[in-house]
Every structure is written in structure tokens, then in C-alpha cells.
DNA sequence: TCTGGGGTCCTAGGACCC
DNA sequence: TCTGGGGTCCTAGGACCC
């Protein structure tokens, strides 16, 4: 999609339209909803942490990009607009347009909420003439469902379609064989490769390569030596064009996490109170994703920034898998005692990883049990799986308080609750 | 007043097991 | 009495992506 959140944004502000809009920085108070005319802050206008996320191409047009942050920007574009991202609408833009597409061509693989890859094999017509009339078709019953532009690129494979999809934004429709690899492809910086980012292609460029021809023409040997046996013969296969990975229409989650960065840098023992209680809300957070998408996670993990930018992470792995915000406050709170807080923090996120199913967890358990009943004396790697579903259907004591604002975490300077850990 | 939030995958060392 | 080889799991960090 194209500057999707600011395409979104647009729909409802018609009247922004070909102006420097961004999106990006703190939730405000909501009366923008109730007076939508009212006066829309600038850029200028704006004090305090935050990234843009998205910038129409107006804006893009001072060098203002996504992932900059909002004072830099409102040095170079004072002017813009500047609106708070509104994500349960881009979500159901999201749906609305994935909706769209699979009417067409249903093999979907979700790339994230303004990105797919369609795998458009048996599609009859894209055998045609390439593709173009079919990407045709998709961008107008897109427009035609949401109101919004995007740009598609057909290739033979998802390397080569993401490359195409950028070559002629905004609403672009670009169409490539092999053929042209040499032509369209060959030409473009390194990083345009998805998964050549920032540090790859600043080490490319001190070994004197910039263009992913000149990567093409790299010896495979030298790129082994200098990125390592797996990465190095990707980026030669990469450079090449060869990208066997198939479109892949389901996946399982693999973590869930919650993470916030402050207004202003917090102490950890000066302003422990307030960082105690957002701890406790992000794991509380955390706990209910995990339920209201219907998953229990064994590790639970801690990622801590600090006022200079550096990032630890800790995490504990528990013998069985929870959803529950007590028992993941508990194992944070542990995890947090293995981190130095001397010095100011800017970020506080809670991850919890290891995950399955809560719906076939409860069924082993009852399988479990029935196993149980009839063999005895079974013991092998199984057996945790097992038991861990049982814990996992029928909380132990340790599940049993009700408020997790009343464990005494976030609290490094006391020695740990007797018995809390072994 | 530099630098969001939610993810995935990879690497590498150590513990532990057979 | 000088130390194998293979495998899995756990943990921490980092690159990268949307």
C-alpha cells in the first residue's frame, strides 16, 4: 500500500489532500474526532519523543521519511501536518484491502498490515501477458473496495516482486522476467534487497560494492569470507535474482510482546512507583493478547533501554506455558533482578515467547490424563508436554493472587521473597 | 528534545544428556 | 591420568523488516 497510514488519514481528511501530512508521535486527546476542523497541530508545533511512521509524498518531499524522528523532521518540513496514528482504523483498512485482493487471487501471504505477496500461479491470466492485465485488475478492485493506491510488482519470485513493487510508486504496476534482471534490477543500490539493511550495505560499501550488480558480480568466495557461509551465499543468490521461497499463506506466532518507551527517562529506584506500574501494566497487556488470541508462552522475557540507547534483554524459561499476568509479572520480575538499574531507563517491554496453542495445551491435558490413568511408569521427553498441559488447565497455587500489583517486583534493591526462585 | 512498537530469524556459547 | 561426538535446550544480542 501506499503511505498507507497517510493514505488512511486521508480518506477521512479529504480536504489534506496534497498537503505534507505525517503521522506519528503520542496519542493526543481525542478531540481531533470531535472537531475534525479544528486547527491540526504542525510539525513545528510538536515537543517531545516519537518517530514518524508514515509521510504522504508531500511530505516526503522535504526528505521527511518514516523511522525519523519528529524533531528532525519538523526541522525540515515546520509546516506539515501532523496526526496521531489511529491503528484500529488501519487495521481494518488492513483487512479491507486483503479482503480485496483475495477476491481475485486468494494464495496470501501476510507481510504485515500494508504488505502482502500473492502467489498468482494459477492465476489462468497472468500467463498472458505477464501479469499485466491481472495486477491491472487487483490495483482497480483495491481502489475500488478502500479508496486507496498500491503498487504491485510481478516477478517469478517474492525477491524480485518486492523489488518491482518499489520501482514505480506511488501506484505503480510493474511487470519483470529474468530477462530484465541485468536492465532493472542490476542498477539499484544493494539495500534495495530486502535483507541487506543498514549494516550490511555500509560493510558492501567498504569492500567497494554499491549496486546489486556489482554484488552480482562479487565472488561468491569472498562474500562467504567476509558474512559468514549462510549469509554470504544468500546475497550471491540474491544478487543473482534466485529466490526459491514459496508464498506461505499461515503461520504460528512465535512471541508475543508489549514495550513502551516514556515521555521522559525514568530512574529505577528514584522512580520506582511509576516504572512498577507500568511494568505491571505491560505484563497485564501482554497476558491479554495472549488470551484474546488464544496462546500460552513458556518464556517470559524482559527488554530494558537505556537513557543512552543501549538495549538489554533477559528472559526465564518456566516449565509450562501461561497466560496468566501474575505468573508472567513473577518471572519478569525475576528477570529484571538480573539487569544493572544504575542508570536512567527510556524503554520497559515484557515478551513472551515459546508459544502454543491454549486450546491444544487443554487438550493434551485431557489426554494426558486419560494416558495417565491407563500407563504407568512412562517417562520420556513427552512426559513434560504432558504435565506442563496439566499445569497449564488447572493453575497451581502459584497462580492464585489476584492482583499482580501486589508483588513487590521491580524492586532490585530488595533481596527476593523467600522462596520466590531457586 | 535524535532514535516507536511489534515482530522474525540467526548466531554463539554453555548446560546437559546419551 | 587427561578428555569424543552428537544432539537439544536455554539465553543474550543483533540484524532486519513493516
Not at 497485564?284 to 496462546?295: N, P, S
Request: with cysteine; aromatic share 6%; charged share 25%.
Amino acid at each position: 500500500m501506499d503511505a498507507f497510514y497517510a493514505s488512511v488519514e486521508l480518506l477521512r481528511y479529504p480536504h489534506l489532500r496534497g498537503l505534507p501530512v505525517v503521522i506519528g508521535g503520542r496519542r493526543r486527546s481525542p478531540e481531533r474526532d470531535s472537531a475534525p476542523q479544528a486547527v491540526l497541530p504542525r510539525l513545528r508545533d510538536y515537543a517531545g519523543r516519537g518517530v514518524i511512521t508514515t509521510a504522504t509524498y508531500e511530505a516526503r518531499a522535504f526528505g521527511v521519511h518514516s523511522g525519523m524522528g519528529l524533531m528532525k523532521a519538523a526541522a525540515l518540513c515546520p509546516e506539515a501536518l501532523l496526526l496521531p496514528a489511529d491503528f484500529d482504523e488501519y487495521r481494518r483498512m488492513s483487512r479491507m484491502f486483503k479482503a480485496a485482493v483475495a477476491e481475485i487471487a486468494p494464495v496470501i501471504e501476510d507481510r504485515g498490515i500494508d504488505e502482502i505477496y500473492i502467489d498468482l500461479t494459477d492465476c489462468d491470466s497472468v500467463h498472458d501477458d505477464g501479469g499485466r492485465a491481472l495486477g491491472a485488475q487487483l490495483k482497480a478492485r483495491v481502489h475500488e473496495r478502500c479508496g486507496l493506491t498500491c503498487s504491485v510488482g510481478i516477478t517469478p519470485n517474492k525477491l524480485l516482486s518486492k523489488i518491482a513493487s518499489e520501482l514505480d510508486k506511488p501506484d505503480g504496476l510493474t511487470v519483470l522476467d529474468t530477462r530484465d534482471i541485468g536492465s532493472r534490477i542490476w542498477p539499484l543500490p544493494a539495500r534495495r534487497i530486502n535483507g541487506i539493511g543498514p549494516k550490511a550495505s555500509a560493510r558492501l560499501e567498504a569492500l567497494g560494492i554499491r549496486t546489486i550488480g556489482e554484488l552480482a558480480e562479487a565472488p561468491p568466495t569472498l562474500l562467504i569470507d567476509q558474512f559468514g557461509r549462510s549469509y554470504g551465499a544468500w546475497l550471491h543468490e540474491a544478487a543473482h535474482g534466485r529466490d526459491d521461497r514459496p508464498v506461505v499463506t499461515y503461520s504460528e506466532p512465535r512471541s508475543i510482546s508489549r514495550e513502551t518507551t516514556f515521555e521522559h527517562d525514568l530512574h529505577p529506584r528514584r522512580d520506582r512507583e511509576r516504572l512498577s506500574a507500568i511494568f505491571t501494566n505491560l505484563c497485564e497487556k501482554v497476558a491479554d493478547d495472549l488470551r484474546r488470541k488464544g496462546y500460552v508462552g513458556r518464556t517470559i522475557g524482559i527488554k530494558l533501554r537505556y537513557e543512552d540507547f543501549t538495549t538489554v534483554t533477559r528472559d526465564q524459561t518456566l516449565p509450562e506455558g501461561t497466560a496468566e499476568a501474575t505468573l508472567i509479572r513473577a518471572a519478569a520480575g525475576r528477570c529484571l533482578k538480573r539487569v544493572p538499574l544504575e542508570r536512567k531507563l527510556r524503554l520497559l517491554g515484557v515478551r513472551v515467547g515459546a508459544l502454543s496453542r491454549a486450546d491444544q495445551i487443554a487438550q493434551l491435558a485431557k489426554s494426558s490424563l486419560n494416558l495417565e490413568e491407563s500407563t504407568a511408569g512412562y517417562a520420556s521427553g513427552a512426559t513434560r508436554s504432558r504435565t506442563a498441559a496439566l499445569h497449564a488447565a488447572e493453575p497451581g497455587p502459584a497462580a492464585q493472587p489476584a492482583d499482580a500489583r501486589q508483588l513487590p517486583l521491580f524492586d532490585a534493591l530488595k533481596p527476593p521473597p523467600t522462596g520466590s526462585c531457586g
